[in-house]
C-alpha cells in the first residue's frame, strides 16, 4: 500500500508563486512515475507534470515554462514548483505515483490564484 500527502497549496495573486510537495510513504518500489494532476471546479482532472524515477518530464502545455516538477528519491517526494500562477490556474492538485501498473492519489491540496 502507498500513501501521499500533498503539501504546499494555498491562496496567491496572480503573478506569485507556490511550491507544492508530496511526500509517499508505504512500498515504494525504484521503477516508478511521479505527478501532479488537478481538477477546477466542473471539469475533468487534468494531468499537469510527470517525472519518472530517472528525472524525465512532461507537461502540459498549458504550463510550460512556467511549472516545474522535480523529486527526491531518496525522500519519495515530489514537488511542483509554481510561477507566474494565472486565475486559471485555480484547481484541486492532486499528487499521484503509479507503479507496478497501478495508480496512487494523495488526497488534494487547494490552490486558488486570485486576480
Known amino acids: 500500500q502507498v500513501q501521499l500527502v500533498e503539501s504546499g497549496g494555498g491562496l496567491v495573486q496572480a503573478g506569485g508563486s507556490l511550491r507544492l510537495s508530496c511526500a509517499a510513504s508505504?512500498?515504494?518500489?525504484?521503477?516508478?512515475?511521479m505527478g501532479w494532476y488537478r481538477q477546477a471546479p466542473g471539469k475533468q482532472r487534468e494531468l499537469v507534470a510527470l517525472?519518472?524515477?530517472?528525472?524525465?518530464?512532461n507537461y502540459a502545455d498549458s504550463v510550460k515554462g512556467r511549472f516545474t516538477i522535480s523529486r527526491d528519491n531518496a525522500k519519495n517526494t515530489v514537488y511542483l514548483q509554481m510561477n507566474s500562477l494565472k486565475p486559471e490556474d485555480t484547481a484541486v492538485y492532486y499528487c499521484s505515483l503509479t507503479q507496478m501498473g497501478a495508480p496512487y492519489w494523495g488526497q488534494g491540496t487547494q490552490v486558488t490564484v486570485s486576480s
Open positions: 508505504g512500498t515504494i518500489f525504484s521503477f516508478n512515475v
Open positions: 517525472i519518472t524515477d530517472r528525472g524525465s518530464t
